[in-house]
């Protein structure tokens, strides 16, 4: 399989749908930020990793942005070294602009994410020896005030629809990578993760999300985080 057809593949599939009130316009940066994606593929998807970390969807200041899975700003292009064009999107919400890297504004879940991975492995290339993150929806869903909507929080009829595309990405994605343990960052991921990949012989687990909204990830996120890979059984460098 190649990861970069399937992924257009995806974005195409996924930017047929339409989404009803209260949402009034739909981000797809596998499509305006197609190229740092596709870096970000290119560079560090790599099948003998073991763990896959699947997140919800993208954040309005990170994904939206960089094209990146919790790609807040700095960590996506110093640490991870991504690069490219980032377009704009059809229908731009005036209070969520699309500005790229450009974009002043830091992501605190990605900033944890990517934070918790630098400080413990040190350099991308040994923690993607191990892991690959990615998103479950690569749709961010906007509603009129430019509060995020989360997919969960769709319409029955519309997330249906959804979910069936992204579930069979998401088994294409285990397909190539086989890892041994997909992981939700959080439960909405880790729920979805356990449907689509029925009947798989693959660990499902999940850990805390970085979301400041959430109190608990708010009382030291890494050090809860790596406990729960730790009782997954998941082999973690020394620092």
């Known amino acids: 399989m190649n990861l970069v057809t399937t992924s257009r593949a995806f974005a195409q ?29 290119a560079q560090w ?3 003998d990793a073991k763990v896959l970390l699947l997140g919800m969807n993208p954040g309005p200041f990170g994904m939206a942005q960089t094209g990146v899975p919790f790609g807040e700003i700095e960590a996506a292009r110093d640490w991870l070294g991504i690069k490219g064009e980032v377009q704009k999107p ?10 790229g890297f450009d974009c002043p504004r830091s992501e605190v879940s990605g900033r944890r994410l990517w934070g918790w991975a630098r400080n413990r492995f040190l350099n991308p290339s040994s923690f993607f020896e191990h892991f690959f993150v990615t998103n479950y929806c690569p749709l961010v869903f ?3 005030s430019g509060k995020n909507r989360t997919p969960n929080h769709l319409p029955a009829d519309e997330r249906d629809a959804l979910f069936s595309i992204c579930d069979a990405y998401l ?11 997909v992981v939700g960052i959080g439960r909405f991921a880790e729920s979805r993760a356990r449907f689509a990949l029925e009947g798989h ?11 400041p909204a959430s ?6 996120w890494e050090e809860q985080a790596e406990k729960q890979l730790k009782n997954m059984g998941i082999t973690l460098p020394s620092k």
């Open 215 to 220: 109190p608990a990830a708010n009382r030291g």
């Open 13 to 41: 599939e996924v930017d047929l749908l339409s989404f009803r009130a209260p949402v009034v316009t739909t981000y797809n940066p596998l499509i305006y930020a197609r190229n740092p994606h596709e870096n970000y593929l």
């Open 90 to 99: 059809v229908k731009e919400h005036p209070k969520r602009p699309i500005l």
């Open 171 to 181: 088994l294409k994605l285990v397909d190539w990578m086989q890892p041994t343990q």
């Open 142 to 144: 906007l509603e009129e």
């Open 201 to 211: 012989k693959v660990h499902i687990g999940t850990i805390l999300h970085p979301s």
């Open 45 to 47: 998807a790599n099948p």
